[in-house]
């Protein structure tokens, strides 16, 4: 593969000269660095790199360039490279012009860069190269090919290379899917070891060339985890602890760092992957202090990463399957390892997003139907008419991605419009791209496809109107409910099945806003009723809930250890 491109546009001779000295230093030895002082220039080589396939990893364009807008440039590279890093260059102190300013936040808004880049006023610019770097290091995450930490060789359309891609991806595991019979495929299985690729005729291969070149042939997600390192059984150290957190969403991270932070022995139980729902979206913009926003996989495994330095146990793809309270703690029964003993509990199950009621969604699932962002199947359907069904910022964050890839995406929202629902900045950024549309008014009732998706009907709700519509991706974010049917009938539940907290446990008793109708029983995040299901709510509970199991700690004794 030819070597990756990163383009400095600039009008300056002695400012593009400089980034591109920058640049050349820094990355050179691995990226071809073109400047240009010309937009139409520049754009011409982009679309000569968009025929050819050749990568490109980063473009960054002066806010003011002679022919088009640096902006209105950098929306045409979305298009041509839809992996590429887009960056606004901007002299310093330009924050302080209102026009500049005015360019960046509407460029912004709209999606058409990923945030702007101060140009580099020495040498060395390390400011400047950081970020770059990060521009970079994002880009490097899309790029499908051998030499990537994990590859799965498998066939394209197969249900469990779906299901094998989303574990990957929501476990934060860095890697590519190839196509069986292709020559990158072929390729890999022949890297890999295998004797004989040729016969190899399973529906997946996993190799995993960043730790030791490990193959596995059809692996369960148990498997998958624990290859990379990632325990999904119980030491014998986990059985007896202060807290068991059960979830690992970013309200149980959250407790997990918080608590074993200070001192506390934690076991965080997650049965399916880290990061819950916040895993599984694209780009997360209004968290605070992530400016350029970031993916709800790399912000959940910073969560698990700090979780585990500061000695958090985790054990995954286990579900927790019985809570019993007795009088000193609590007995959790974690399927297929026996019961843990615990002096507390935190509950951060989350939410799972509710079915459709459509016969045939279920038949086709993850073949073309998907519940939640699956953020990993965007590249997949490249050039595809894909549609998704909600109207929460999850929804908003799954089509602005998928239209990076789609060629066309689809809203489908049951209301009027999406400001009842849905963040401004998303709507903003909804509203300004030519490869979305909202079809509000309207709701899925039938769906078509034999072994992949084809088309679904949508009927509209006030006319009763219905029309059929070809998509081959279709993603389902409509709601959300609570997984709470396996607790004791004890936990207080509302009317809709969250679990119930804040309840007092008698006049001499400190009140608790996390407690449960069970003593030492906490609920925080989406699973909470009344909780604002917004990721950095769920991360100040996580975090809050902390003091109040000191409290109760304090209040129980010492425990049998």
């Not at 071809?32 to 025929?51: F, G, K, P, Q």
């Not at 969403?249 to 076991?267: C, K, Q, Y």
């Not at 939640?372 to 929804?395: F, H, I």
């Not at 009317?495 to 446990?505: D, K, L, N, S, Y």
């Amino acid at each position: 593969m030819a070597r990756p491109l990163i383009m400095a546009v600039d009008p300056e001779p002695e400012a593009l000269s400089r980034t591109e000295g920058e640049l050349s230093r820094r990355f050179g030895a691995d990226y071809t660095v073109r400047a240009e002082t010309s937009a139409d220039d520049a754009l011409r080589h982009l679309e000569r790199a968009a025929e050819t396939g050749e990568p490109v990893a980063l473009v960054l364009a002066d806010t003011w360039l002679p022919e088009i807008p640096g902006a209105e440039l950098l929306a045409r590279v979305r298009t041509l490279h839809p992996d590429a890093g887009r960056g606004l260059m901007v002299p310093w102190g330009a924050w302080g012009h209102r026009e500049t300013t005015t360019q960046i936040l509407t460029a912004m808004s709209r999606g058409d860069i990923n945030y702007y880049v101060l140009k580099p006023w020495t040498t060395p610019d390390e400011l400047f190269n950081k970020t770059v770097s990060e521009f970079v290091q994002l880009w490097s995450r899309s790029v499908a090919g051998a030499e990537r930490e994990v590859v799965v060789v498998g066939e394209p359309r197969d249900r469990r290379g779906h299901q094998v891609r989303s574990f990957l991806t929501r476990n934060g595991i860095p890697h590519a899917f190839l196509e069986r019979g292709t020559p990158a495929g072929a390729e890999a299985l022949g890297r890999s070891g295998v004797p004989d690729p040729e016969s190899v005729t399973g529906p997946l291969t996993v190799w995993m060339p960043a730790i030791g070149g490990t193959v596995l042939q059809d692996p369960t997600d148990a498997e998958l985890g624990e290859a990379w390192g990632l325990h999904t059984t119980l030491a014998p150290g986990d059985r007896d602890v202060d807290l068991v957190v059960i979830g690992a969403g970013p309200a149980g991270l959250a407790s997990a760092v918080s608590a074993s932070s200070e001192g506390l022995s934690v076991l965080c139980l997650e049965h399916l992957a880290l990061g819950g729902q916040a895993g599984t979206s694209s780009l997360i913009r209004n968290y605070l202090g992530f400016a350029r926003g970031l993916g709800g996989t790399e912000l959940t495994q910073r969560g698990f990463q700090q979780a585990w330095v500061f000695g958090t146990s985790f054990v995954i793809t286990r579900p927790v399957t019985a809570l019993q309270a007795d009088d000193v703690g609590f007995l959790v029964e974690v399927e297929g390892e026996g019961p843990v003993r615990s002096r507390a509990v935190v509950l951060a199950t989350g939410v799972a997003y509710r079915r459709l009621p459509v016969e045939a969604l279920d038949r086709l699932q993850g073949t073309g139907v998907y519940y939640g962002a699956n953020v990993s199947e965007a590249q997949g359907l490249k050039g595809a008419r894909t549609m998704v069904v909600g109207g929460g910022n999850s929804a908003g964050q799954a089509a602005l991605h998928l239209q990076r890839y789609a060629a066309q995406v689809a809203i489908v929202i049951r209301g009027p419009d999406l400001s009842a629902t849905m963040s401004q900045y998303l709507i903003d950024e909804i509203n300004s791209s030519d490869r979305i549309t909202v079809l509000a008014d309207s709701e899925v009732v039938a769906a078509t496809g034999e072994e992949w998706l084809e088309s679904v009907t949508l009927r509209q709700r006030t006319s009763g109107e219905e029309t059929v519509h070809p998509v081959q991706g279709l993603f389902v974010m409509i709601g959300a409910e609570p997984h709470t049917q396996w607790l004791p009938e004890e936990v207080t539940l509302d009317t809709r099945g969250f679990v119930a907290t804040g309840i007092e446990h008698g006049p001499d008793r400190p009140h608790l806003s996390y407690e449960t109708s069970v003593p030492g029983l906490f609920a925080v995040g989406d699973v909470r009723s009344g909780s604002v299901k917004r990721v950095a709510a769920a991360v100040g509970e996580g975090s809050v809930v902390v003091a109040q199991i000191h409290q109760y700690l304090a209040l129980s004794g010492p425990g049998p250890r």
